[in-house]
């Protein structure tokens, strides 16, 4: 079993910034590719950026150049700074892991609240 804490959410003016951290414990050694979602009130949960064991990264086009996700293996968790934040990326942001084959874990999520 993995376990993933978010912390970091909040209400930032637009144009603000963030940083969401996500620690994970339990069996932390199955842990390969981590990455963040979001979902917004009445929309699908998304996909935000990834990050690989090796510090690979991915993003939506939609956070790229604002946003960025980093990894620390050591304490064993994954961090999304946000950047230059628009009223759009308001949503409840859920950190996720996979955890072998196609097993992942979730986070509980943190809103994130954008005012314009």
């Known amino acids: 079993q993995v376990q993933l804490v978010e912390s970091g959410g909040g209400l930032v003016q637009a144009g603000g910034s963030l940083r969401l951290s996500c620690a994970a414990s339990?069996?932390?050694?199955?842990?390969?590719?981590m990455a963040w979602y979001r979902q917004a009130p009445g929309k699908q949960r998304e996909l935000v950026a990834t990050?690989?064991?090796?510090?690979?990264?991915n993003y939506a086009d939609s956070v790229k150049g604002r946003f960025t996700i980093s990894r620390d293996n050591a304490k064993s968790t994954v961090y999304l700074q946000m950047n230059s934040l628009k009223p759009e990326d308001t949503a409840v942001y859920y950190c996720?892991?996979?955890?072998?084959?196609?097993?992942?874990?979730w986070g509980q999520g943190t809103q994130v609240t954008v005012s314009s």
């Open positions: 996720n892991a996979n955890i072998g084959s196609s097993s992942y874990a």
């Open positions: 339990g069996r932390i050694f199955s842990i390969g590719v």
């Open positions: 990050v690989t064991s090796g510090g690979r990264t």
